[in-house]
Structure formats: structure tokens, C-alpha cells
């Protein structure tokens, strides 16, 4: 029988993908469906970047580009690691990938043998366990809850590791939490860390830009990690880049060497015309960043205020990103008489298709008594969204 191989049978398909598709369906069909479940922002790309890439195509940037990333760019991406997180590294640590999701996979691929244990925290994103999944490891989750913010302990991270752990795998600001680590808690983690010299920390810090209290802090700051701490990042979030993707990693020179090395036989060098473009979004003004962030902060705190008087939803202050992940738990068992909510991905369901909102069950992060909002929509659509699900939840007994 022709069938897939193991490895992409045992793959579980991208939640948050399939409920962005499932909305775009329904859209297509003349229902009115608000999306809340798309991790992207929805402003344009700033237009000193787009300029950027129309010279780069008259400059006929149209050939192959090095697969670790033009020289410029990542002389850029050394800049920017120096001007705004003191972190030293030189161009041949730096490659440059088909965004940070490809970035994160090179890295997995590159240390990860078949039966090594990578721990990642929960909530997390849903793709970490599923690039493990393909670079035959094995995930340990560490569970945290609503009460600490969604962020681990040295003390759980300690009782975790064992003699298997490879790597460490995490997110702040994170998906889907809005979390951030203060520099004191990742200064706490590292002490922890320092005990277990070949463990391997990768650093997401894709949403560092969306950051609502302050600087942001890298695990890679400390100088007793840098040399074990791989940062990745991108200029999808920060710079409304999704559809450019560029993401790069920050690494130990073995890292870096080893992730070129695969990616030379996988996808070779990111577009040439992207590149250039985003060489343009780490040198440039970055005021664009600036108003974003203050943007999708207002709309934080407007759809706080509106999620708070929803009945069995119990939520906290998101620090970062442009996500919320309110606790749902107390809705379950309810009905409306026709459809039983018994979990997240009922109540998901339950709102699209009663209330026309997308939105992402927790069970995908690791957290089945939560769901993920995106804020990255007009203030407008987000209290229509929240009307109609505080309309949905009531009809609940």
C-alpha cells in the first residue's frame, strides 16, 4: 500500500493554520466571520521596507543569495543585536532562514539525536513539539498556570531535566500567553542551567518588539549562557513582515555552521529581494515599531476591560505579544441546549460557529482549559468579536 512515511503520519496538522482556514471558508461562503485566531499583525509593511525591496529588484537582487544570508543583512542583524541587546556576535554566527519557524528547525535538527528529551514550558506554541516530534526527540512539558502567569520555576525546571535533556525550548514574549520573563526570573533559570553544562537553550524572542513594559531580556545576556543559548527572531512581528519570511538565529559558531549545512541541502538562502528588504527594517527608522506597539497596546487594554465582563472567563494582564489566553475551565459542562461545551475545543467551536468568531482552542498550546485570542485586528472588529462572544457565552447554562 503507497502510503506517507511515519513521520509525517505521526505530524499533527497546525491548529491555528486549520482555524484560519476554516474562517477564510467560511468567508468565502458570505458569512460575516471575525478572525481572531491569525498570529500576525494587521497593519502593512512600513513603506521605507517596501522601498527597500523595489530597489533591490531594479538593483537585480533576482539570483541566489548565500544560504546563511547576504553579508548585509547579517551585519545587520549584528548591529541590531549590539545596539539594542548589548549582545556581541560576529556575521559567520548569524544564518538567516525562510522565517523563524524554518529557524527554529534548523536549529532542532541540527542538535537533537533520536531519544534526547527537550524541554519546553506549557502553554507553548504549536509547532515546538511537532519540529521535535520530526527531529526524532522526545518533548517534556513543564505545566504552569494561570496563578504564576504561565511561567516556570527554577524548581520545576530543575526536577525536569535528566540525563536525556538536550535542549531547552521556550518563548517571551510568548505565544500564546503574552507572558515575558523579568531578567531577575531568566537570571533564576540560568542558575539552574549553570549545574547542566551541555544543555542547549533556544531562545523564540520573534515578539521582543511587543514589549509593554519595558526593555526586553535575552537568556543570552548572561555570560555564562552565551555560548549554549541560541536567539531566534525575525522581522515578521515587529516589522509586519509575515509574508516576507525572514528569520534568522544568533548562535554558537558550531550551531550556526551546522544550521547552514542543513539548510544548504533543504531550502538554500532565503529571497534575495526579502533580504534586502529587511536589511532596510533593522537599519531604518524604526518609528513604525514604536506605533505598532503602542497600537496593539491600546487595543490590549480595551479588550481587557470588555473580556473581564464575560461570565467564566478569567484572564490576566498580558505583559507582551498580541495575544490573550483567558481561562475558560468554568464554561465547561455547560450547554445552550443544542451543543454541550466539555472542553476548549468545544467552546472554540461553539463560537465560531454561533457567534462568526475564530478563535484557537487552548488544547493546542498545551492548555485545554484556555482559549487564544489575537488582538491584532482593528479596535472596532475586537469589540464586535468580544460582543458577539459575550452574546454566545450567555446563551451557556
Given amino acids: 500500500m503507497l502510503k506517507v512515511s511515519d513521520r509525517i503520519a505521526a505530524m499533527e496538522l497546525s491548529p ?16 460575516d ?23 533591490a529588484i531594479d538593483d537585480n537582487y533576482s539570483h541566489y543569495s548565500p544560504v546563511p544570508g547576504f553579508l548585509e543583512l547579517r551585519q545587520a542583524v549584528v548591529n541590531k543585536l549590539k545596539r539594542e541587546n548589548g549582545l556581541d556576535y560576529t ?19 541540527s542538535i537533537v ?11 507553548f506554541w504549536v509547532s515546538y513539539s511537532e519540529i521535535v516530534k520530526l527531529a526524532e526527540g522526545t518533548s517534556v512539558f513543564i505545566p504552569t498556570s494561570i496563578e504564576q502567569d504561565f511561567k516556570i520555576t527554577p524548581d520545576q525546571l530543575e526536577k525536569a ?33 549553570a549545574k547542566y553544562p551541555d544543555i542547549v537553550i533556544m531562545s523564540d524572542e520573534i515578539y521582543e518588539h511587543i514589549n509593554y513594559v519595558g526593555s526586553h531580556e535575552s537568556m543570552a545576556q548572561f555570560d555564562d549562557m552565551k555560548d549554549r543559548v541560541v536567539v531566534i527572531n525575525g522581522v515578521s512581528k515587529g516589522y509586519a513582515m509575515t509574508g516576507w519570511r525572514i528569520g534568522y538565529i544568533a548562535a554558537p559558531l558550531w ?25 532596510a527594517a533593522l ?72 457567534a462568526n468568531v475564530a478563535t484557537v482552542t487552548g488544547e493546542a498550546f498545551g492548555a485545554p482549559e484556555c482559549l487564544r485570542l489575537s488582538y491584532a485586528t482593528s479596535e472596532e472588529q475586537m469589540a464586535e468579536a468580544i460582543r458577539r462572544i459575550k452574546s454566545a457565552i450567555e446563551n451557556l447554562k
Fill in 33 to 55: 466571520v471575525i478572525n481572531l485566531s491569525v498570529g500576525e499583525p494587521d497593519f502593512d509593511t512600513p513603506d521605507h521596507i517596501k522601498k527597500a525591496a523595489q530597489k
Fill in 255 to 279: 550551531i550556526a555552521k551546522a544550521c547552514g549545512k542543513l539548510q544548504g541541502q533543504m531550502t538554500s538562502g532565503a529571497s534575495s529581494i526579502a533580504q534586502m528588504a529587511s536589511v
Fill in 91 to 109: 556575521t559567520d554566527q548569524i544564518v538567516v532562514s525562510n522565517g523563524a519557524k524554518q529557524s527554529i528547525a534548523n536549529a532542532m535538527m
Fill in 113 to 123: 539525536n533520536k531519544g534526547d528529551e527537550v524541554i519546553i514550558p506549557s502553554p
Fill in 16 to 31: 491555528t493554520l486549520a482555524m484560519s482556514q476554516k474562517s477564510r471558508e467560511m468567508k468565502a461562503q458570505g458569512i
Fill in 283 to 354: 537599519d531604518g527608522d524604526q518609528s513604525s515599531v514604536v506605533s505598532m506597539r503602542t497600537a496593539f497596546k491600546k487595543r490590549r487594554d480595551l479588550a481587557l476591560l470588555q473580556l473581564k465582563e464575560i461570565p467564566g472567563f478569567e484572564i490576566r494582564e498580558p505583559k507582551g505579544a498580541f495575544y490573550l489566553f483567558p481561562q475558560v475551565s468554568q464554561l465547561f459542562g455547560k450547554s445552550n441546549g443544542s451543543v454541550s461545551i466539555n472542553n476548549a475545543t468545544d467552546l472554540s467551536l461553539y463560537l465560531l460557529e454561533t
Fill in 161 to 193: 531535566i535528566t540525563s536525556k535533556t538536550k535542549a531547552f525550548l521556550f518563548s517571551s514574549p510568548s505565544n500564546p500567553t503574552g507572558s515575558l520573563y523579568s531578567k531577575e526570573e531568566l537570571r533564576a533559570l540560568a542558575d539552574v542551567f
